[in-house]
């Protein structure tokens, strides 16, 4: 009897002993997953940002292009309608470039959302 305790205890310390290292392991595992998933957020995030800038520059220097074409314009030409039809320009230009910059804010969003589920 003392035998088969003995040899039963062993097994039940090496049980315990399996457990705590495949405890370790899966803690390990989880640590480099939250480790992994933080490095790629910041990775979106930063693109994310160099994204958004690139677009207010660019939507920045087409208003400012388009805004001297329009002082040029009014100034050379004395017209009111024509003065008219460049300020509906400008405007639908203006627009143009503001709603494609927020669609790449938008689909640049939704790219982040779906990485992080």
């Not at 693109?47 to 314009?73: A, L, P, R, Y």
């Not at 030409?77 to 400008?90: G, H, L, N, S, Y």
């Not at 927020?102 to 790219?111: N, P």
């Amino acid at each position: 009897m003392a035998i088969e305790e003995s040899l039963h205890r062993e097994i039940q310390v090496e049980e315990k002993t399996d457990c705590t290292s495949n405890v370790v392991v899966a803690v390990a595992v989880e640590v480099l997953l939250v480790v992994v998933v933080v490095v790629v957020v910041i990775v979106v995030v930063v693109v994310v940002v160099v994204v958004v800038v690139v677009v207010v520059v660019v939507v920045v220097v087409v208003v400012v292009v388009v805004v001297k074409v329009v002082v040029v314009v009014v100034v050379a030409v004395e017209v009111v309608a024509v003065k008219v039809v460049v300020v509906v320009v400008v405007v639908v230009v203006v627009v143009v470039v503001v709603v494609v910059g927020v669609l790449i804010v938008v689909v640049v969003v939704v790219v982040v959302v779906k990485i992080r589920e």
